[in-house]
């Protein structure tokens, strides 16, 4: 009654119970008084395109499902950075939402150093078409950095996938481990060089009282207050100082406490 052109998308039912897409275009052909006369238009079967659309539009859930699948930050962009897609991690990651983020690049949200560094990451997959994966430091967390090229119809590298998994805990375990292992290497070499002490302290306090009886005897022998007394005497004060020595060193081999006089 209008008049007016009109383009629409049908869902029909064919005979046989199968359903089909068409699109009908049509145009109002009007007298010389400018009443509609009679339509004119066109139906093109469009089912191949409407199944293209779907699959795609699932293809596109699928993805969004994989990538919110994982507790990685997982995100994708062009070879100059520009965020295509992203996870609800990576937006939290940065403190953006998912649209805030898309469209960006992502080297303005980083800090100079690590924007630099993951650029030539990026280009490098770009170059080679070849995975990469790489370890860097962002607002003090440790990142595992997995970037994979995503290919384009004539076999060119067009995007990266990059998957940052947050090790920072993982890398702390590490060390403590690490610093664990230190200490008991530590323990385990006081220990041996305790046993070997032990040995020598042992012979050595037999040799120190062998000395100790001989000068003992002779000072049996040797005039009170003679010089050769004297000196017997202070071979025997220093035998008693050396084996209180020994002792010292016979009660650490042997893990004892004991408190060693000033």
Do not use: W
């Not at 139906?43 to 699948?69: C, F, G, H, P, Y």
């Not at 020595?245 to 004892?256: A, D, H, P, V």
Request: glycine share 6%.
């Amino acid at each position: 009654n209008e008049g007016l052109a009109f383009d629409l998308e049908l869902r029909v039912t064919c005979p046989s119970g199968e359903i089909r897409y068409v699109n009908t275009i049509c145009k109002p052909e009007k007298n010389e008084q400018g009443f509609v006369t009679e339509l004119v238009g066109t139906t093109q079967d469009i089912s191949d395109r409407k199944q293209v659309e779907e699959a795609l539009r699932e293809s596109e859930e699928t993805a969004r499902a994989l990538l919110n699948a994982t507790g990685d930050a997982a995100f994708m962009i062009d070879t100059k950075g520009i965020v295509v897609a992203a996870n609800e991690e990576t937006a939290n990651r940065f403190g953006k939402s998912k649209e805030e983020l898309a469209g960006t690049c992502i080297y303005d949200t980083l800090q100079a150093d690590v924007a630099e560094k993951r650029k030539s990451r990026v280009d490098e997959v770009a170059r080679s078409g070849k995975p990469v994966r790489f370890q860097d430091e962002r607002a003090g967390r440790v990142i595992s950095n997995s970037l994979y090229p995503v290919f384009n119809a004539q076999g060119k590298v067009s995007h990266v996938a990059v998957f940052g998994t947050d090790i920072t805990d993982q890398k702390r375990a590490e060390e403590t481990r690490q610093e664990m292992d230190s200490r008991v290497q530590n323990l385990q070499r006081l220990e041996a060089i305790a046993v070997l002490a032990g040995g020598i302290a042992h012979d050595f306090n037999n040799i120190i009282s062998a000395i100790m009886g001989y000068a003992e005897l002779a000072m049996m022998d040797a005039e009170a207050d003679s010089p050769l007394e004297k000196i017997l005497r202070q071979i025997v004060t220093a035998g008693i100082r050396g084996r209180d020595l020994i002792q010292q060193i016979m009660s650490f081999s042997r893990k004892t406490e004991h408190k060693m006089a000033p």
